[in-house]
């Protein structure tokens, strides 16, 4: 089992920044790979971004390319989101997610742990 937990939303100007973070517990995340996604209220949720087991490779949705980054931390079982340039489209709660075996890293279904979401709030 994993735990999941985010932190780090809140409300922020057109424009600004935010950084999420995920801590996880329980086993070790080394071994799984993780993203976030984002679901706003009548939507389904929608992929953001992914980094590989390693830490090596990493994924964008297009429409956050360039302006998101993602990170990890083996050692420190926590990752990542660094949110700059922030639109009101970006408005959403945002979930940290991990990935025993999949390979579709922008496939919810193939996460098998979730946290239970932060809201990110992007004002015009």
């Known amino acids: 089992q994993v735990q999941l937990r985010e932190s780090g939303g809140g409300l922020v100007q057109a424009g600004g920044s935010l950084r999420l973070s995920c801590a996880a517990s329980?086993?070790?995340?080394?071994?799984?790979?993780l993203g976030w996604f984002r679901q706003v209220p009548g939507k389904e949720r929608e992929f953001v971004a992914a980094i590989s087991r390693s830490g090596g490779s990493t994924y964008f949705a297009d429409s956050v390319k360039g302006r998101f980054t993602i990170s990890r931390d083996n050692a420190m079982n926590t990752m990542s989101l660094q949110m700059n340039s922030l639109k009101p489209e970006d408005t959403a709660v945002y979930y940290c997610?991990?990935?025993?075996?999949?390979?579709?890293?922008?496939?919810?279904?193939?996460?098998?742990?979730w946290g239970q979401g932060t809201q990110v709030t992007v004002s015009s």
């Open positions: 329980g086993r070790t995340h080394s071994g799984y790979a």
């Open positions: 997610a991990a990935m025993k075996d999949g390979s579709h890293y922008d496939d919810s279904y193939e996460y098998d742990y």
